[in-house]
């Protein structure tokens, strides 16, 4: 019997986490569904909202006065520059549209707990030897990984769409970046794992999703700079972490100006904070499953 | 320590309901045991408890040598569980699973396929272990869970109605395996069940639980034996006016009416029925048909419970029939 059986503390883990890939890329459908979203905002937002062209576009004059063109382009380029940090916002959008897949994809990993539950698969599971905190780890790890390949794709896209790379960019940078979504990613997966666990049906995990994905969204500057915001909502997108984790990649990939200690120090303790309490809830959730 | 299953006071209270209640009993290894009782008496609780899926509120149990609250790790590891649901991940085949599973145990790779394959073979899954469980039929699921119950080879196996909502004829077949597969690995069966002709016929040793408390623990014979009495069935024309002088009879303790059918509830059987038939005789009444039985399960579980199987079978059959649209809906 002994040496049939390995039980050392990570047995099982990485059995657990390929099948949740494997549940993934099994049904390419979802995969392609959950990309939808994010390269709609970019074809769609990222394209008609080319700021530039509101005054490259548009010829228009101020009686008494006759400006010539380039000085109307490089007063809106400038104009540009002070607020997103770039004349192109194309660019902005997309750096901003890696940490939204991330916050959907995290979501979603709530959400498959849930109806791992409700299907008595981990009924199942918590028969079995398999450590606790295994099965919450196998869950955000997953999640992880999913969102890293799905921000790739993102990239990818983007990249294809027109999306402009700082000068001298390096291999060094685009670490940084999955740096940064990986800190964010595992944070916000044990989030909505912790609260997918806690709640008792898919209802009410919809409900928390829905409550949070938005918001959370549209108070950090994916859109928009923080300081275009009103002052009741600087606060907020002050402590969101896509915020960092988009001040991080915009650095990085576009070269705009920002603090990557600042971003990466905050990054590592949203992740690690949430990852230890997700973890140690859900493990005493699981512990008295009734 | 003999015993593959001793309980000591084991409880379970959801707030005030005492879903569990000091309940006390051993099942001895190599044996059959069944859970009978209504929904509700408590039978899926205990047996969560037993599984250590649950945490009792108050006492304990012993199972396979290791007590379910401090070693809970360990009577994991030696026992098989089939739940009542359907548990297979429906988005991978079976042969994924049963090796899912396996991993989960720890147990080494090489040793699991031969017992994966070895298990799909017995239940008959070989040919269907490369599909999608979604593809499977009831019977199929079950047998599936039944196999990865198994692979860890376990001294005691949980069932919670591992018959619930299949055909008779598939039934038959799971208990089939499963008698094959008790011969086979020498296991003790812990199974709770709503279908009298099964505990009857393939359990050793019955436990009827009513309200969180076990009422009455015995082999199905002890039980039978254990309702004072025979029964006494009478086919005749004209039963209201019958009824009315059986009545009278002393002996007689319950008298049921279906269709031209009398089922006579007596002390004695075979003192009372010729008191019935001269009875009966004299005032111009003939019986085309007599017959004396034995009590059945069935009237030994009314007894201690009050309520009758078959309704209780009708309903979770309900249950269970919408679990399943509920499972398709998703899909």
Same mark, same amino acid.
């Given at each position: ?81 002070a607020t997103f ?130 918001p959370l969204?549209f108070a950090s500057n994916s859109f928009y700079p923080t300081s275009s915001m009103p002052s009741w909502l600087r606060p907020v997108s002050d402590i969101n972490?896509l915020s960092y984790?988009?001040e ?43 | 320590?003999?015993?593959? +299953? &001793? ?36 039978? $899926?609780? $205990? ?9 009792? $509120? ?9 007590? +379910? ?43 699991? &396929? ?28 079950? &047998?599936?869970?039944?196999? +990865? ?42 199974? %709770? ?45 004209? %039963? ?86 509920? &499972?398709?809906?998703?899909?």
């Amino acid at each position: 019997m002994k040496e049939e059986v390995n039980l050392s503390p990570l047995h099982g883990l990485w059995a657990l986490i390929s099948r949740e890939l494997k549940k993934w890329y099994k049904t390419p459908v979802l995969l392609i569904i959950s990309l939808i979203q994010p390269v709609v905002w970019l074809a769609l937002f990222g394209k008609s909202m080319n700021l530039a062209s509101l005054f490259t576009g548009t010829s228009f004059n101020i009686n008494g006065l006759n400006i010539p063109k380039q000085v109307l382009d490089q007063i809106a380029s400038e104009v540009l520059k002070a607020t997103f940090g770039t004349s192109d916002y194309f660019s902005f959008l997309a750096a901003g549209m890696l940490s939204f897949i991330v916050l959907f994809n995290a979501m979603g990993s709530g959400m498959s707990i849930v109806w791992d539950r409700r299907l008595g698969f981990l009924n199942k599971l918590l028969t079995t030897p398999i450590p606790r905190g295994s099965i919450v780890l196998a869950k955000i790890i997953s999640s992880v990984l999913r969102s890293l390949v799905l921000a790739s794709i993102v990239m990818l896209v983007a990249t294809l769409m027109g999306m402009q790379y700082v000068q001298g960019i390096n291999v060094l940078d685009f670490l940084g970046v999955y740096l940064a979504l990986f800190l964010m990613a595992f944070g916000l997966s044990s989030l909505f794992v912790m609260l997918a666990l806690r709640s008792s049906s898919w209802e009410s995990q919809m409900a928390i999703m829905n409550l949070l994905n938005l918001p959370l969204l549209f108070a950090s500057n994916s859109f928009y700079p923080t300081s275009s915001m009103p002052s009741w909502l600087r606060p907020v997108s002050d402590i969101n972490p896509l915020s960092y984790t988009n001040e991080a990649i915009r650095q990085l990939l576009l070269g705009i100006q920002g603090n990557l200690t600042i971003d990466f120090t905050y990054l590592s303790l949203f992740a690690f904070i949430l990852a230890l309490i997700g973890i140690i809830l859900s493990w005493r959730a699981l512990q008295q499953n009734n | 320590m003999d015993d593959a +299953i &001793r309980a000591i006071e084991l409880t379970k209270y959801y707030g005030s309901v005492k879903a569990v209640d000091h309940v006390n009993f051993e099942v001895r290894k190599g044996e059959i045991f069944g859970f009978l009782g209504p929904n509700g008496a408590g039978k $899926t609780t $205990t047996i969560k408890m037993l599984a250590t899926l649950l945490k009792p $509120t108050e006492g304990t149990a012993i199972v396979s040598g290791y007590d +379910i609250v401090r070693e809970a790790k360990k009577v994991r590891q030696s026992i098989g569980v089939v739940p009542q649901e359907y548990t297979a991940d429906e988005d991978l085949t079976g042969w994924e699973n049963i090796i899912l599973i396996a991993d989960m145990y720890g147990i080494k790779r090489e040793i699991s &396929r031969e017992r994966a394959k070895e298990l799909l073979n017995m239940v008959g899954l070989s040919n269907a272990m490369n599909r999608k469980v979604s593809t499977y039929s009831g019977g199929m699921r079950r &047998r599936l869970e039944i196999a +990865i119950g198994l692979i860890n080879r376990p001294s005691i196996l949980f069932l919670d109605e591992p018959t619930l909502g299949l055909d008779a004829q598939t039934r038959v077949a799971i208990w089939s395996y499963l008698m094959d597969l008790k011969k086979m690995y020498n296991m003790t069966i812990s199974v %709770t069940t709503h279908y009298l002709e099964e505990a009857d016929f393939y359990c050793n040793r019955i436990a009827i639980i009513d309200k969180g408390k076990i009422v009455k623990i015995g082999s199905p014979r002890e039980l039978k034996e254990s309702i004072k009495g025979d029964i006494i069935t009478l086919e005749l024309m004209d %039963t209201l006016k019958a009824l009315s002088i059986l009545k009278r009879i002393d002996g007689v303790i319950e008298i049921k009416e279906e269709n031209n059918l009398l089922r006579i509830k007596v002390s004695n059987g075979s003192e009372i029925a010729p008191k019935i038939l001269e009875a009966l005789n004299s005032v111009g009444i003939y019986v085309t048909r007599i017959s004396i039985t034995q009590p059945t399960l069935d009237e030994a579980y009314m007894e201690y419970t009050g309520k009758s199987l078959r309704e209780e079978q009708a309903s979770s059959e309900e249950m269970f029939a919408m679990m399943r649209t509920l &499972r398709r809906a998703r899909s």
